[in-house]
């Protein structure tokens, strides 16, 4: 195989719910073509990826916290996101994409910006192109949004130091896996909700307990079998129902992969008897439909227990 065909495009934007104002696609300041490459030093001429791949950007927007989009803002952008990578695909099949998003974005009238991109994306490539994102800590994964992607990793510094650094190892976690025979390409990845949401000021990596945690998540990291690991702690500041922490670890086989970072920070590596493992981008009976329903023993809490109510004697 010679150097694989990769699409970029995404909207990346922390997007508060609360706030009145509203943020359009001219303040997204969207990119396309090798604007986008010239934006990141690693793919850009002369950067350490710029042969890895023959890259096809289509376009990015990007902008600073803010408001939601406009519905029509956003469908708009889609739109020119999914056609794109389309008609790429259909011109010559694409072997993988970088999805780029920061994974708190919001539009007015939808509770899941990012897990309607990714499934939009997903049924305009088909199932054998392998979909790569690398997003903020604080962002947000859904169910159909780790379903509809491949592999997924998240900023393991608060303030976000290894940003750059993150966005690379999502580039090189695809284009390793697109160095495999083309039947071991697709991971298995293991989901966990974390029914916690904490303010981005609580969770500071230079601090505990988040600087214990982040720690585990890299040594998880670098275990035999896996890919990647990754811990979103979620967006506070915005009212979906996709609000919430989330483990995720991708690796090679179901067997043993380690999904149980949250918790206590002597807490085993194990995977608990809840996490949903599962192949990349398929769902397992029983898991999430594509609109992110989930049956009740779907996934079970890591590491919680209710405190009895001692006012009520239960």
Known sequence: MGRPRVGIAGISLEASTFSPALTTTGMLAPKRGQAILEAREFWAAGGALAEAAEWVPVMQARGI?????????????????????????????????????HGAASAVGLDDLEGDLA???????????????GMDLHGN???????????????????????????????????????????????????AMVPVLLPGEKTSTRLEPAASLYRRVAEVAELDGVV??????????????????????????????PARVHGARRGDLGAPPGVRVRR??????GGAGARGRQPRDAVRHLRLRRQPDRRRGR
């Open 141 to 191: 994964v859904s169910p159909r949004f780790a379903e509809a992607l491949d592999l997924l990793t998240c900023y393991r510094m608060a303030p976000h130091e290894d940003w750059l650094e993150t966005k690379e190892r999502a580039v090189r976690n695809l284009l390793d896996r697109l160095a495999l025979p083309a039947g071991e390409r697709k991971p298995v990845k293991a989901w």
């Open 280 to 285: 990349a981008h398929r769902l397992a009976r």
């Open 119 to 133: 499934v939009a994306v997903r049924e305009a490539v088909g199932g054998d192109v392998l979909i790569s994102t």
């Open 65 to 101: 916290p803010g408001g939601a989009i406009p519905l029509d803002d956003y469908l708009s952008m889609k739109a020119e996101i999914v056609s794109g990578l389309a008609a790429a695909h259909a011109e010559r099949p694409l072997d993988g994409i970088v999805l780029d998003l």
């Open 228 to 257: 990647d690991a990754a811990y979103w702690v979620g967006y506070p500041w915005a009212d979906e129902p996709r609000n919430h922490a989330v483990v995720m670890v991708t690796g090679d086989s179901a067997e043993g992969l």
